[in-house]
């Protein structure tokens, strides 16, 4: 290791990524082969964000010293930081093989299980790196970690306090007490561990975003909304389905009776399909309205990110456009109104998960799809009003608001944007 | 600060609870080679020798060690190993010309120490030169003499035995700026005006108030603002000398564990007085102590304090200037009364501050009618260098346009905004970062002024 792998090594600790690759590159313009500039490099290319480079440079250590142990273990979090578990899960098994003794190995393993959805091997692996090293706080954060996705959140606190005693500043800890105490629906406690989780380390976007959680569940109908999220959540895969094939049935149920109901019950009913609209509706977009009362607030206007902010505009403009188009369907009686009215409600889910994807050429596709959309069924509004029941106007609206529907359903539907 | 008997064994706690810490280790034994402990040192160079074997930094540290044990024999067979290496280090070097002396061979050992000032000149050791009968930077005598043209002392001009030569490495300036030349930042020039020139020109009045001088002053803040433009234009203001200290200095400390180095430079800057002592990136020098990869940081970082605390030097008349971009990543200890106790935010350039600086920058080139208030309308969140560039771009667009039609136009409004549009300001990564920190870990209110400027945007 020569004097420039060392300037390299500090600048790396000191957080100065982008100068610590140049001067891997160069020390790695001498010796292209040098296993340890090669696992630096890819290190600091992860934390630039720079996920392909990183794998690029992973790669090469493990080319150039298979036997090495932290090449595998550096391949393994650049995988498990693109979300790729399954060779994130090989890449590390490989390190744990080499150096079956380094707990902080296991810890990594542990995590990469828990999130690709392994939660009791996540456990059992995190449990092996404990013995190892039992003094180590991270790894029994994880510990909880692996039994809160195991739904067993008592032993989940218990673990993230233990982990607290040992190391008071473990970030992870603190917001998995905060998940926890979602779970239990004590969204004010959730609070305090989320906001002592962002002093111990501010830039934990996890943390972020159960902060914004605890924060908008301080209005009683997100409150509610996160307990049946958490309810959801919290039910296995299959009894989870049976819920949603359960309400479909329910509505095909009510609606064959509607037609036949007499007065009373068919308005009951009417509610009913309302509430139920405005609630599926609010599952999907909550999260931008809310923000959008919180930024009503000095933290929240703050703490909510660029993307967040543009979301909670367009998305209220939506629901403003929507309210008053229904007003305009309450004065005039129009369908132009009411289409309206249908059409930029369910907008809204769709907008919600463009702002929520990450910037790419899929976003701006999307995008471009939304905005297309919603143009042509407003203008079969448009046409609707102005001619007083265009057939025309109908069906591109319906059409439109068809195109909607099957995107929120694609979107959400498979699970393409995971709700955190 | 740890008595280093207590670090020793924080370090041994720590280790006993993973023994597979490397850096961990290395440092463990860099301290107790620092205190003269060898023999335990030499374990844990062992020890940490055989997780990674072939490490010549760990193997150079294991010779530095035998020859402080008086092992010579071991000593020679690490640094004739490091030697036959291609990519040898000036240590390594270094370590054989000590042995070679010891040995009685004087002749070989100033061809090594010259070999290892080849190598790297910042590896000059005035003890071993001295003990060489040759100076520090490889000439013929100790009397300075010789002394390899190196332009010594470029501030007074006076010869100066005593200073080694990587502290001049670094040249004394006099600055022509001042803040006439500083665009916009009406309050931070206000700001540094009580602050700092005030006290400096009445210290009487100041002491009288209760109000102390000394200590120093930290400036954070996007880069490219010009936080070192305006210690330069500080250091104008007052006709002081300015000795600037970047990046790589600090690093080269780092790696050498020079605390000495910094010693000849506060002197340097005292002998220069009146002076501002400029640390660009100064987060380097103090980075929180979870952030130490290398084992001599502690005592660098505290030679430090005590220099700017006065505590080893008198520091009338001197300035200390820090900048950082990253103050959260500054060891706390660095903030104690008496250190960086002032602590100045420096915004992006403003608006007028941005025509100011499109101006500067435009001056001497081939520019039209330009109206620049409006071009530093459409400008916001650009940093001042993201304006130079921004002026660079458009200088270059017209050069091309010019060699394709033969025709020289000047630049004027509309070239500037279309580079505008193109250029992405770079502040806006920093604030992301530093919004965070303000947020969340907002102790005492030091961040107070970042969230005051998120919020007027
Ligand atoms: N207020 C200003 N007036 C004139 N020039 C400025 C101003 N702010 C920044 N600059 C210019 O921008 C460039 C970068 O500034 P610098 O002081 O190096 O930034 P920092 O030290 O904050 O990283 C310099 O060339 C400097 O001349």
Redesign the interface.
């Known amino acids: 290791m020569g004097e420039r792998f060392e300037r390299a090594r500090l600048l790396f600790g000191q957080g100065r990524f982008a100068l610590a690759e140049k001067e891997l590159l160069e020390d790695l313009a001498d010796d292209p082969e040098d296993r340890d500039a090669l696992a630096l490099l890819a290190l600091a290319r992860s934390n630039l964000g720079r996920r392909d480079d990183a794998l690029g440079a992973a790669r090469a250590a493990v080319r150039a010293a298979p036997d090495w142990d932290w090449a595998h273990y550096v391949l393994a979090s650049v995988l498990y930081d693109r979300d790729e578990y399954a060779e994130a899960e090989e890449a590390v098994g490989e390190a744990v093989r080499l150096d079956p003794e380094y707990a902080d190995y296991r810890r990594l393993q542990a995590a990469i299980l828990v999130e690709s959805g392994e939660p009791a091997k996540g456990l059992a692996a995190a449990r092996v790196g404990m013995e190892l090293d039992p003094e180590s706080a991270r790894l029994r954060a994880i510990e909880g970690l692996a039994l809160h996705h195991l739904n067993r959140p008592e032993e989940a606190a218990h673990s993230f306090r233990e982990a607290l005693a040992l190391d008071p500043e473990n970030a992870l800890a603190h917001a998995g007490l905060g998940r926890v105490a979602v779970r239990t629906g004590d969204h004010r406690g959730a609070e305090d561990h989320y906001r002592e989780a962002l002093r111990a380390n501010p830039g934990y976007e996890w943390a972020r975003a159960g902060l914004l959680d605890a924060l908008r569940a301080r209005y009683p109908v997100y409150g509610l909304l996160l307990r049946f999220f958490e309810w959801m959540r919290s039910l296995p895969s299959g009894a989870r389905t049976a819920v949603f094939i359960g309400i479909y049935v329910l509505a095909q149920v009510a609606r064959k009776t509607s037609t036949s109901a007499s007065g009373a019950t068919k308005t009951m009913l009417q509610a009913f399909f309302v509430l139920y609209g405005v609630f599926a509706l609010l599952t999907w977009a909550a999260d931008p309205l809310f923000n959008l009362l919180l930024r009503l607030r000095r933290e929240g206007r703050l703490l909510l990110d660029e993307d967040e902010t543009k979301a909670s505009n367009a998305v209220g403009a939506l629901l403003a456009g929507a309210a008053l188009a229904g007003v305009g369907w309450l004065l005039w009686r129009r369908d132009g109104w009411w289409m309206a009215a249908l059409l930029l409600a369910l907008a809204m889910p769709s907008t919600t998960a463009i702002f929520a994807l990450r910037k790419s050429w899929v976003r701006t596709g999307a995008g471009i799809v939304v905005a297309g959309t919603l143009l042509a069924g407003l203008s079969g509004v448009a046409m609707e009003l102005a001619s007083g029941g265009s057939v025309g106007g109908t069906l591109l609206c319906l059409a439109a608001i068809v195109v909607f529907v099957l995107g929120t359903w694609i979107i959400f539907g498979l699970g393409l944007l995971r709700r955190r | 600060m740890l008595p280093a008997d207590d670090t020793v064994r924080a370090l041994r706690e720590a280790l006993k ?2 023994p ?1 810490n490397l850096p961990l280790r290395r440092h463990l034994a860099e301290t107790l080679r620092g205190l003269g402990r060898f023999d335990e040192a030499e374990k844990e160079y062992r020890e940490a020798l055989r997780a990674s074997p072939r ?3 760990l193997l150079l540290a294991l010779g530095i060690v035998f020859h402080g044990a008086g092992k010579r024999d071991q000593a020679l067979v690490v640094a004739e190993d490091l030697l036959s290496r291609d ?1 040898a ?2 240590g390594a070097h270094l370590l054989h010309a000590r042995l070679l002396l010891d040995a009685g061979d004087p002749a070989r050992a100033i061809r090594r120490y010259r070999q290892a000032l080849d190598l ?1 000149p910042a590896a000059a050791d005035p003890d071993l030169a001295a003990r060489l009968g040759i100076s520090p930077d490889g000439g013929a005598d100790a009397d300075g003499a010789v002394s390899g043209g190196r332009a010594r002392n470029a501030a007074s001009g006076e010869p100066d035995g005593e200073d080694d030569a990587r502290s001049e490495v670094v040249d004394v300036e006099r600055p022509r700026i001042s803040f006439a030349d500083v665009g916009g930042m009406e309050d931070l020039k206000e700001d540094i005006r009580m602050k700092i020139l005030h006290p400096l020109a009445n210290p009487g009045l100041f002491k009288a108030y209760g109000k102390r001088i000394g200590g120093g002053i930290l400036l954070y803040g996007p880069p490219g603002c010009g936080k070192t433009h305006v210690a330069r234009a500080t250091a104008g203001e007052v006709k002081a000398s300015f000795l600037s200290i970047g ?1 790589h200095e600090v ?1 080269d400390m ?2 050498g564990t020079s605390e000495k180095n910094l010693h000849l430079l506060f002197d340097r800057a005292r002998r220069a007085k009146p002076c501002v002592l400029f640390f660009d990136e100064v ?2 020098l103090g ?1 929180r102590r979870s ?4 084992a001599g940081g502690r005592q660098i970082v505290n030679q430090f304090l005590a220099e700017l605390d006065g505590s080893v030097g008198d520091n009338e008349g001197v300035l200390v200037l820090g900048a950082t971009n ?1 103050p ?2 500054m060891d706390s200890a660095f903030r104690r009364p008496g250190r960086f106790d002032r602590i100045l935010f420096v915004p992006p350039p403003d608006r007028d501050a941005r025509a100011a600086i499109l101006r500067l920058h435009l001056r001497g080139k081939p520019a039209g009618e330009v109206d620049f208030a409006g071009v530093a309308e459409k400008t916001a969140g650009f940093s001042g260098a993201d304006l130079m560039a921004l002026v660079e771009a458009a200088v270059e667009g017209k050069l091309r346009e010019a060699m394709r039609t033969g025709k020289p136009l000047p630049i004027g409004t509309k070239d500037l905004l279309a580079e505008a549009k193109r250029i992405r300001p770079s502040t806006k990564e920093w604030f ?2 530093a ?3 303000a ?3 907002n102790e005492s209110g030091q961040y107070d002024d970042i ?1 005051k400027y ?2 007027r945007r």
């Open positions: 609870v993973s597979d490490d010549p930094a990519d280090s000036a790297d990046l690093l780092w790696i987060d380097a980075a952030d130490f990869h290398n990253a959260w990543s992301a970062t919004r965070n920190y947020l969340h870990a969230l998120l919020e």
